[in-house]
């Protein structure tokens, strides 16, 4: 099994920063897509920003060239950091961890973003 941990979160003014931690330990498999995804209230769970074990990243239209996704593999450990937010922005968080070749994935318990305007 693969435990997330996030943090980060929190309240903050609209056009303002935040930065989002998420460290996976257990079995780790070398090869996997760590990322965010988020919800907010009556509201499916959609894609933020993930990334590959080899840096390959992929995020929603809505955050490109406001949120930046990176990773340091070596502490099993992905970022996000989020530029400009926006009242629209105010979600659950979630920290996502995908292992395709075992077919294998796993949900942190979520981290509240709340911009205000």
């Known amino acids: 099994q693969v435990h997330l941990v996030e943090s980060g979160g929190g309240l903050v003014q609209a056009g303002g920063s935040l930065r989002l931690s998420c460290t996976a330990s257990?079995?780790?498999?070398?090869?996997?897509?760590m990322g965010w995804y988020r919800q907010a209230p009556g509201k499916q769970r959609d894609l933020v920003a993930v990334i590959t074990s080899g840096g390959t990243t992929n995020s929603a239209d809505s955050v490109k060239g406001r949120f930046t996704i990176s990773r340091d593999n070596a502490k099993n450990t992905v970022y996000l950091q989020m530029n400009s937010l926006k009242p629209e922005d105010t979600a659950v968080y979630y920290c996502y961890y995908y292992a395709l070749r075992e077919g294998y994935r796993s949900w942190g318990q979520g981290t509240q973003v709340t911009v205000s305007s």
């Open positions: 257990g079995s780790i498999f070398s090869i996997n897509t």
